[in-house]
Structures are given as C-alpha cells and as structure tokens.
C-alpha cells in the first residue's frame, strides 16, 4: 500500500530489506511456506480451485483438512497433489490447500476421506496474530 511505502521511506537503506506484503518463510531446511498473506494475490489467477459447502467453511477455517462430504466443487482435472486454493459456494477466498485426490479419484471416495490437505486459511489472521507479519 501507498501507506507502507511511505513509511518505509523513512528507514534507512541499509536496514530494510523490502517493503510490501509478505508471502511466507523460509523453512529450517530451505522449503518456502506460503503465508495466508498471499492469498489475496494468488486467488485471482489459481488454475486449480476447489469450493466448500458452507457447513464445512468453518472447519476449515479452524485449520481441518476439507473432505469429501464438504466438498462442492472442485476443477476438472486437478492433478493428485496439486496445489489448490479454496473457496466457499460464495466464491469467496478462504486459504489454500493441497489436492490429496484428483478430480477423478473424488468421485469415487468414501464420504469421510480426505480431498483437500490444509495449509493455509484466513482463520490464520486471528489465531496467529501475534506472528503474522
């Protein structure tokens, strides 16, 4: 934001790496993990996009993996593993996961398997609020 930026004027060069959003960290063992930072910028142009019935928003907002039975919709053709970023029937941005099954695999599960692993959701914002920068 423009906001930022001039703030960021005032500290000298030497001292700030960037000013900006933040979109995540590096791991100890040199792995980057996406913050939910970056949701707002990745959303927009996610290729693969999975939908969640409302009465598994909540869930998987307090940090749960989506399964099969809150699952709503989710794009053809997603790969097994493939990086996804969730929605609720709204369209509305929650977080973003992982496809723990593809598109065909979902069809065929059992109510209670596992479609989406979590690994990022906008509930971050209140239970992390105190390590988000």
């Known amino acids: ?20 959003t933040c979109f995540g960290k590096f791991t100890k063992s040199q792995k980057f993990r996406l913050s939910v930072t970056a949701l707002d910028f990745l959303a927009p142009y ?33 790969a097994q593993y493939q990086g996804v970023v969730v929605y609720s029937m709204a369209d509305v941005p929650l977080g973003f996961g992982v496809a723990a099954r593809s598109t065909q695999e979902c069809r065929k599960v059992d109510p209670l398997a596992i479609v989406v692993f979590h690994q990022a959701d906008v509930g971050e914002y209140v239970r992390n609020e105190d390590t988000l920068t």
Do not use: D
Not at 1 to 10: F, I, M, N, T, V
Not at 48 to 60: D, I
């Open 46 to 78: 996610a290729k693969y996009k999975v939908w969640v019935k409302p009465g598994s928003e909540q869930s998987f907002l307090y940090g749960n993996h989506v399964l099969k039975s809150g699952l709503g919709r989710i794009t053809e053709s997603t």
């Open 1 to 20: 934001s423009e906001k930022l930026l001039k703030l960021a004027a005032s500290v000298p060069r030497e001292s700030l790496v960037a000013p900006g």
